[in-house]
Nanobody, 121 residues
Framework: VQLQACGGGLVQAGGSLRLSCAAS????????MGWFRQAPGKERELLAAITWSGRATYYADSAQGRFTISRNSARNTVYLQMNSLKYEDTAVYYCAADGQFSTGTYYPDYWGQGTQVTVSS
């Protein structure tokens, strides 16, 4: 099983990026998926998660109102649209799949390799 994240890069503050994470090796159409991030010197934090149906989502306070998680189950892919990016959004972003998800907590079984997002001030 592989989760391949892409879409990171260097962007100016106020700009936007769209991260994608394509899964291969098995289907996650009946599994929750999500995004985490880890900034230098900080713990990995849950940013956003989405149920298998896409009907329910969760956002951390830091993501609420600026980031949008979505999925395309037919493509086994989860996305994270990030708008109004801030310097403090600089981090490595990881996608995740399957596992246990409830409001505010997510313990995935599978992790992507991470994609770097750097926001210049």
């Amino acid at each position: 099983v592989q989760l391949q994240a892409c879409g990171g890069g260097l962007v100016q503050a106020g700009g936007s990026l769209r991260l994608s994470c394509a899964a291969s090796g098995r289907t996650f159409s009946r599994s929750p998926m999500g995004w985490f991030r880890q900034a230098p010197g900080k713990e990995r934090e849950l940013l956003a998660a989405i149920t298998w149906s896409g009907r329910a989502t969760y956002y951390a306070d830091s993501a609420q109102g600026r980031f949008t998680i979505s999925r395309n189950s037919a493509r086994n892919t989860v996305y994270l649209q990030m708008n109004s990016l801030k310097y403090e959004d600089t981090a490595v972003y990881y996608c995740a799949a399957d596992g246990q998800f409830s409001t505010g907590t997510y313990y995935p079984d599978y992790w992507g390799q991470g994609t770097q997002v750097t926001v210049s001030s």
